[in-house]
Structures are given as structure tokens and as C-alpha cells.
């Protein structure tokens, strides 16, 4: 079974700083994707960044970019130029390539809780 | 685009009563997911369908929770009877068929406290 770790409950930053959110999964597959969604007070979760796992190059999205390592099965997020709005639940997601009509499960991370001081 | 809508965002409710959340996917979208979010268990799948068509319900707690979705523009999940175990915030989320990773959009969340 594919599993999703966060190694990092809580991390904090000071506001313009650079953060990096650390991730790491168990698969014995070998195209899947990844993603790192954001659950601010609201609750409400919101795609920050996805990364297909055939793709070399890392994704990046404004200010927030991933390091993705295959092999050693890593996918962390930083997110450069912190903002306030920044502040919330960080989750890292796994989802199998799945064939057919058939989709694979997103699995979840426990999160990490950021916090932005200004 | 209205996003993935879900009713009622908030819920209270006693134990032994009937629950029903609802959510409406976005248009177009073929896939709509079932998610229970608690702080022991973290985010969990509990049921997703495909065209309408339940695919994988392995995730359901057990029999008193139940999931339908009778055309593709709607869906339930209904819990009856509740118990305060049950008390969590419940996600509906959607995704095209298509795109890059099936990407799946959430709704805000329904959260549900039973007494």
C-alpha cells in the first residue's frame, strides 16, 4: 500500500523568508502524481502544485516550487517570498497512474502547519 | 466556474438522527469523491463514483453511512443513525477524466458534529 509521510507537524517563517516543506512516500509504482494541497482556517483545501512522476523537470507555480526526487521517493515544497496568506495546513498527496476507467486513490499526508510571522 | 459546492456547511445534530450532506459537482467533471477529514484519522477516501456509478466504496465506515448520486450534477451521503464518533468535517471533491493527474477540486467542507 502506498503511503504518504510528513516528517515536519509544524514549521514557522518569518514573512519574505523561504520555507521548505518536506515530503516523502512508499510506492512500488513507477508513474503516479504528486501533489501538495493548502487548508487555510476556512478549511477549504486548494491544489497548490502538482508534479507527474515521468516529468524530470520540477513544477513550479509562482512562488512555490517542488524538489522532486524519484528515486529517493521525495517531494518537497518551498515556497519562496512568504506571505501571511501563506499561513495553513500544508498536505502532501499521492495518486497511482491508474489504466482504464480506473483511478487511482489519492493518499494523504498527516500535513504541516505553517505559520508566517511577520 | 462555481467550484464544487457542498450543503450545509455546518451541521449539528443528535445522536440516533438522520444526516444527509450534500455536494454538487463541478460541470463536466466525471469523477466526485467522498472525504472525512478528523484529526486522528487525517484525511480519508470513503467513496468515489465514475459516470455516475459507484466505483470504490471500501473507505465506508460501515453500514450506516451511505453514498448516491442519482444524476451527475448531484450527490448524497447520509448517515443514519449518527453517533458522535461520526463528528468530523466531510469533503466532496470532482475531477475531469482528463487533464494533468485527474487533478480532484474540494468543496469547502461540511463540517458535522453529532451530540
Known amino acids: 500500500a502506498q503511503t504518504v509521510t510528513q516528517s515536519q507537524p509544524e514549521m514557522s517563517v518569518q514573512e519574505a523568508e523561504t520555507v521548505t516543506l518536506s515530503c516523502t512516500y512508499d510506492t512500488s509504482e513507477s508513474d503516479y502524481y504528486l501533489f501538495w494541497y493548502k487548508q487555510p482556517p476556512s478549511r477549504q483545501m486548494i491544489l497548490v502544485i502538482r508534479?507527474?512522476?515521468?516529468?524530470?523537470q520540477n513544477a513550479t507555480e509562482n512562488r512555490f516550487s517542488v524538489n522532486f526526487q524519484k528515486a529517493a521517493k521525495s517531494f518537497s515544497l518551498k515556497i519562496s517570498d512568504s506571505q501571511l496568506g501563506d499561513a495553513a495546513m500544508y498536505f502532501c498527496a499521492y495518486r497511482f497512474r491508474a489504466g482504464g476507467t480506473s483511478y487511482g486513490k489519492l493518499t494523504f499526508g498527516q500535513g504541516t502547519i505553517l505559520t508566517v510571522h511577520p | 466556474d462555481a467550484g464544487v459546492i457542498q450543503s450545509p456547511r455546518h451541521e449539528v445534530t443528535e445522536m440516533g438522527q438522520e444526516v444527509t450532506l450534500r455536494c454538487k459537482p463541478i460541470s463536466g467533471h466525471d469523477y466526485l469523491f467522498w472525504y472525512r477529514q478528523t484529526m486522528m484519522r487525517g484525511l480519508e477516501l470513503l467513496i468515489y463514483?465514475?459516470?455516475?456509478?459507484?466505483?470504490?466504496d471500501s473507505g465506508m465506515p460501515e453500514d450506516r453511512f451511505s453514498a448516491k448520486m442519482p444524476n451527475a450534477s448531484f450527490s448524497t451521503l447520509k448517515i443514519q443513525p449518527s453517533e458522535p464518533r461520526d463528528s468530523a468535517v466531510y469533503f466532496c471533491?470532482?475531477?475531469?477524466?482528463?487533464?494533468?493527474?485527474?487533478?480532484?477540486?474540494f468543496g469547502p467542507g461540511t463540517r458535522l458534529t453529532v451530540l
Open positions: 508534479q507527474e512522476a515521468y516529468k524530470q
Open positions: 463514483f465514475n459516470n455516475n456509478v459507484p466505483i470504490d
Open positions: 471533491a470532482s475531477s475531469p477524466s482528463g487533464g494533468i493527474g485527474n487533478t480532484q477540486y
